[in-house]
């Protein structure tokens, strides 16, 4: 007989588990929702894997072309490679040719030229690239001087005068072209500040210690006045003068226009904006003492969003021979006769046995006159041919027998798929 509040081991289920409040009569079976809903609680932990996912990009099964190059197919693609390379660097090649143009040195013009009289240019001074050989006359040059400018050794003029044998067809583009400058140089090319260009009142911490890119050692002055536009780059900018007329002299019917509007890219206004700085806070730069004279005012800081020779010559050149916008015509043609341009002398290049030159040119549909491209394209499709030719006669007297293509790794897998 059991004793009173006990419970018989067998009126306890197998799967039910005792719990204390097993006493008042209640009972938790293993499979219950109660339990179910515990379990959930408490996920299990899986274990970490760095295997990667099962597909085809992972296990690097993506279907693929496996090109086998045999004689067959390798001898006429580098022909046919050869015969389409040769002419297009033979028409590329032609179409600088093509391009006429008229280069004249005037470094030494301040030395050589008479203030008297016109003398002529050295021949060694003059390159011209005209069609059919055209014959030109000798150029001549002298010295004149310019009273409107305030200092002596800038009035000094170069008057130089050249001949236009027969009609040259627009667009013309005068350019100036430096030698032995070298805008190449990794202090200078990194020294300017972004944020000046930008149009940004940047601190003097940011285009003195910004890492990289800053304006040392042309930050501030000696009074501690930030620079604008600070830099070695802007501070050497060229400033040389031209007219923009080519006027016709000695017989010559029609002088000749140009202009320096839109000789620098569109896209630059995104980059070159008007300055916030206050006129007060900002000095020019060393080199352009002359230019302002008295410092900056409240009329004259300088707008470089619409100053295109100065956008051309923050880009800066990656040899120490270049040539730089600074006149065009886009529709014109130049007619036969003889003209003249006159040259304001500013820049020095003496000193350090520079070089400078003023450049007339047209332009191709491929650009500018630049025979690059065309020895290129001659060359590697000549290359090709010449490895096509040795390959054919190299099979045709010692002809091997190719492989069988099935055995490759990657074929065999699709035959033996297509087998299942």
């Known amino acids: 007989m059991q004793a009173p509040g006990q419970i018989s081991s067998s009126s306890v ?7 204390e409040d097993g006493a008042n009569g209640v009972h938790y079976d293993s499979g ?72 004249i040195e005037y470094t030494d013009c301040e030395n050589l030229a008479s203030r008297d009289h016109w003398s002529p240019i050295p021949q060694e001074y003059l ?10 006359g000798s150029a001549q040059w002298m010295l004149a001087t310019d009273d409107t400018q305030l200092f002596d050794d800038e ?29 190449n140089h990794r202090r200078y090319v990194k020294s300017f500040s972004e944020q000046q260009l930008n149009g940004d009142a940047a601190s003097v911490g940011v285009i003195k210690d910004t890492v990289g890119l800053n304006c040392e050692p042309l930050s501030v002055d000696e009074n501690g006045k930030k620079i604008y536009p600070c830099g070695l780059i802007a501070n050497s900018l060229f400033n040389d003068t031209f007219l923009s007329t080519f006027e016709a002299v000695n017989g010559s ?14 896209t630059n206004k995104n980059r070159f904006k008007k300055t916030k700085y206050n006129y007060e806070d900002i000095v020019p730069p060393p080199n352009w003492a002359k ?5 900056y005012n409240s009329t004259n800081v300088p707008d470089i969003l619409t100053w295109a020779e100065f956008q051309n010559w923050m880009f800066t050149s990656a040899f120490a021979d270049f040539h730089k916008l600074a006149l065009k015509n886009d529709k014109d043609a130049i007619a036969a006769g003889i003209y003249e341009i006159s ?5 020095p290049v003496l000193p350090y046995d520079g070089h400078k030159y003023i450049f007339l ?42 492989g069988d293509v099935n055995l490759l790794s990657w074929n065999r897998e699709v035959i033996a798929r297509d087998e299942k």
């Open 13 to 19: 289920h197998e799967n039910e588990l005792p719990f």
């Open 32 to 103: 219950s929702d109660a339990e179910s809903d515990f379990d959930d609680e408490v996920p299990e932990k899986k274990e970490k894997s760095k295997r990667p996912p099962e597909n085809s990009f992972s296990q690097q099964k993506l279907k693929a072309v496996n090109p086998v190059f045999t004689a067959r197919s390798v001898i006429p693609i580098l022909l046919l490679l050869g015969v389409f390379l040769v002419p297009l660097g033979a028409a590329m090649w032609l179409a600088s040719n093509r391009i006429e143009d008229i280069q």
């Open 127 to 136: 390159r011209y690239h005209l069609k059919d050989n055209a014959t030109v």
């Open 155 to 183: 009035r000094n003029v170069c008057r130089i005068q050249f001949e236009i044998p027969h009609r040259i067809k627009g667009p013309l583009y005068l350019f100036y072209r430096l030698r032995n400058f070298h805008q």
């Open 253 to 266: 019917s029609e002088s000749y226009t140009m202009t320096n509007e839109g000789i620098a890219w569109s």
């Open 291 to 295: 230019m302002f004279p008295d410092g």
């Open 343 to 347: 040259i304001g002398l500013h820049f």
């Open 361 to 402: 040119s047209q332009r191709s549909a491929l650009g500018g006159k630049n025979y690059f491209l065309g020895y290129v394209w001659i060359a590697s499709g000549g290359v090709c041919i010449l490895l096509g030719v040795v390959l054919l006669v190299v099979n045709l007297l010692m002809p091997r027998r190719a």
